[in-house]
């Protein structure tokens, strides 16, 4: 079956209220201030290191002091990105996580209308400057304002995980995606993948990133929101066919397999099994979305790419990270491995 009355954009490469980032405009600013590709201080393929970066461009110790306090006495303009700002966004996230969802294996469902538009990213590993063009882009076809709220109701944006490491830009790219969730609520979904999942984020970049740009954000609160994602977002169409979207190359079953499935145009949350080829005969798929697991894959990816059709369900994987270590050649990777 297919999706006749779905959209779908996949984009490859290219309380307490949130100060930065409040508008697209500073986001592309704050992007036009950072050089994007930014070369790793070693030739790690999966694991790079940007301490000299860090050093350079974020202040650390009495300079950090000395800054707050200029900019409290408004001598020194404030930053259009801080890391009190990502511990902003992520306490306000975890307190709306709290109160709505829970910590188990989980999935969301979603029936959409006809006139839905779905907008996938896929492994965005920190493409900051990559993620803003994509809003840009969406900004100029009338699917996001400047304050970064979707125009319709019915428009989604869907993050299908690995949001995080292998650049110096995921925090700036975790607040951004959080501000995203928090101006729309039940409309931006951030899906958990290998990074959120497994805490690899921990011993890679993203948690070097923070011991050094956050050094005051606990990295527990991190792992606990991380615990909220949802391992896979269910959306059935108008005509009644299920598209799966998980960053992993897997379908779910559902916790309780006599329970029926709910699907709602709200977005409802259903506990799933985390258990490895785990079949799904209460959500009989005919699409899937996948991401794609560079640790293990090497050849070249235009970012979208169909895969082989299995039982009747047609499947595709997006990634959507155009960082340095991605633009590198696969004999150049293969020397380094």
Not at 161 to 179: K, M, R, W, Y
Not at 185 to 201: A, L
Request: hydrophobic share 35%; aromatic share 12%; glycine share 4%.
């Amino acid at each position: 079956m297919k999706f006749s009355s779905l959209l779908f954009c996949f984009f490859v490469t290219t309380h307490t209220t949130l100060f930065c980032f409040k508008t697209l405009d500073q986001a592309v600013s704050y992007a036009q201030s950072l050089n994007e590709q930014v070369e790793p201080d070693n030739k790690s393929v999966i694991n790079p290191t940007f301490n000299t970066f860090y050093q350079h461009h974020y202040p650390r110790d009495i300079k950090k002091y000395l800054f707050h306090f200029l900019e409290k006495i408004n001598l020194k303009k404030r930053p259009l990105w801080s890391n009190e700002d990502l511990s902003s966004a992520l306490t306000q996230a975890l307190e709306r996580k709290t109160a709505t969802t829970t910590q188990e294996p989980h999935a969301v469902t979603l029936k959409i209308v006809p006139a839905s538009r779905l907008y996938v990213f896929g492994d965005i590993h920190g493409a900051f400057h990559s993620l803003v063009r994509d809003l840009v882009y969406l900004k100029g076809h009338s699917i996001i304002t400047n304050e970064l709220v979707l125009a319709q109701p019915h428009y989604y944006l869907i993050f299908n995980g690995n949001a995080l490491d292998q650049s110096p830009f995921s925090s700036e790219t975790v607040t951004l995606i959080l501000n995203l969730m928090d101006k729309n609520p039940s409309q931006v979904f951030y899906i958990k993948g290998k990074h959120e999942d497994k805490n690899y984020w921990k011993d890679q970049s993203f948690g070097q990133e923070l011991r050094i740009k956050s050094p005051n954000t606990p990295l527990e609160a991190f792992t606990n929101f991380f615990k909220t994602l949802p391992s896979a977002v269910f959306i059935k169409g108008a005509d009644n066919a299920v598209l799966q979207i998980s960053s992993f190359n897997r379908t779910y079953a559902p916790a309780e397999t006599k329970k029926e499935i709910p699907f709602a145009t709200h977005p409802q949350t259903v506990r799933v099994n985390q258990k490895e080829n785990e079949p799904t005969p209460h959500i009989p798929l005919n699409a899937l979305i996948t991401g794609v697991d560079r640790s293990i894959t090497y050849q070249e990816t235009q970012g979208l790419q169909f895969l082989s059709g299995e039982k009747g369900i047609s499947a595709w994987s997006v990634f959507s990270s155009p960082i340095v270590i991605h633009r590198t050649s696969i004999t150049s990777l293969m020397t380094h491995l």
